[in-house]
Structure formats: structure tokens, C-alpha cells
């Protein structure tokens, strides 16, 4: 196969990718299932080690803490 005819394949496969990934986008739909995040014991996270939000008593501020001390 020609230098010419694999870069005709394969700009043909990028713009058939690109045009397909047009159509597919927007069919996805969001999970609405996903659970909010608990708040955490303690300033590093939740002894379960799970994902938590962390708000500072000081300043108000709301950080994820992804509790991997705990794990």
C-alpha cells in the first residue's frame, strides 16, 4: 500500500470518527443516580475511606478529601 493511499485511510477514519462522535455525544444522558458526597469525620476524610467534602469551620470553604489515609 502507497504513502498516499495510508494517509487517504486514515484521515478517511479520523473524519468518519469525528463525524460519528458528533452523533453519539449527544445521545449520552447523565446518570441522575450518582449519590452525593458525605461529610467527612474528620479534616482528612471518613474512616471508611471513602470520597468525602470537608468544609473549613474557619473560612466556610468546602474541600474533597478523598480520605486515603484511611485506606
Do not use: I
Not at 441522575?32 to 474557619?58: F, H, I, K, R
Amino acid at each position: 500500500m502507497s504513502t498516499t493511499a495510508v494517509r487517504f485511510t486514515l484521515t478517511t477514519l479520523s473524519t468518519l470518527t469525528v463525524a460519528l462522535g458528533v452523533y453519539v455525544v449527544p445521545t449520552t444522558h447523565p446518570h441522575v443516580d450518582a449519590q452525593p458526597l458525605s461529610t467527612c469525620e474528620y479534616e482528612d476524610g471518613n474512616t471508611d475511606g471513602m470520597p468525602c467534602n470537608w468544609t473549613d469551620p474557619d473560612t466556610g470553604t468546602a474541600y474533597l478529601v478523598d480520605s486515603s489515609n484511611y485506606r
